[in-house]
């Protein structure tokens, strides 16, 4: 069961949420860690290398996506915003600071519940493969979770290897962003389109930058994207 080895970092600064929120998952079998702001939350999440982190978005002096942008050079566990209110600019601005999911307050503890351990899940399916996979001067370490050009790592933060990885192990298959989407994050509903555009054009960026012309990314106008044959 996955929830047997799984600690969960739980990051805001409203204790009666925070306490609710560790009872309700040590009900299901996690383990928890508890941080009151900020600064704390990125102290523990550093030396205690949780599994999966709870962030609050709204907290003061350090708020969620600064404490994200922080931890993300010493841990690649999935993180889940917490937030009272997202709007499409908060999405991209979260996902680029390296968060993987949103969730919105006030929320379903059983939504929260499913969505934890939707990621626990795929992150499992991801430390389960060990391979490379090689084309030209482009390497993909789905192992590692790094993609080089020429010997030049591109820094691909975890959604947008992710894309990557879906698109690269279904070559020359197209799929529209909402498939996409829901592959991706692996939550039912309707995807995010202009998540999914930003993303795409980050990775095409860091391709440019490693000196890669080649657009292993093709737009298919009108329906969506593939990876080149």
Not at 41 to 68: F, H, Q, T, W, Y
Not at 121 to 129: L, T
């Amino acid at each position: 069961m996955i929830s047997e080895s799984a600690t969960v970092l739980i990051v805001e600064d409203e204790q009666d949420i925070r306490e609710l929120l560790a009872y309700n998952l040590e009900k299901e079998g996690y383990g928890t860690i508890q941080a009151a702001d900020g600064k704390e939350g990125l102290d523990l999440a550093r030396s205690r290398k949780p599994d999966l982190i709870l962030l609050d978005v709204n907290m003061p002096d350090l708020d969620g996506l600064e404490v994200c942008r922080r931890i993300r050079g010493h841990v690649s566990c999935p993180i889940i915003f917490l937030t009272a209110r997202v709007e499409e600019a908060d999405k991209l601005r979260g996902f680029a600071a390296g968060g993987d999911d949103y969730v919105v307050k006030p929320f379903s503890l059983d939504e929260l519940t499913a969505r934890v351990g939707a990621h626990l899940r795929r992150e499992r399916r991801h430390g389960a493969a060990a391979e490379l996979r090689f084309e030209g001067e482009l390497v993909i370490n789905y192992s590692d979770r790094k993609v080089s050009w020429a010997g030049h790592e591109l820094g691909l933060v975890r959604k947008e290897f992710d894309i990557v990885e879906f698109l690269s192990q279904n070559p020359g298959m197209v799929f529209d962003r909402e498939r996409i989407y829901e592959c991706v994050w692996g939550i039912d509903g309707e995807g995010d389109s202009a998540v999914i555009s930003e993303h795409v054009r980050r990775i095409r960026a860091k391709f440019a930058a490693a000196g890669c012309e080649r657009q292993y990314i093709e737009t298919v106008w009108g329906v969506g994207y593939r990876w080149a044959r």
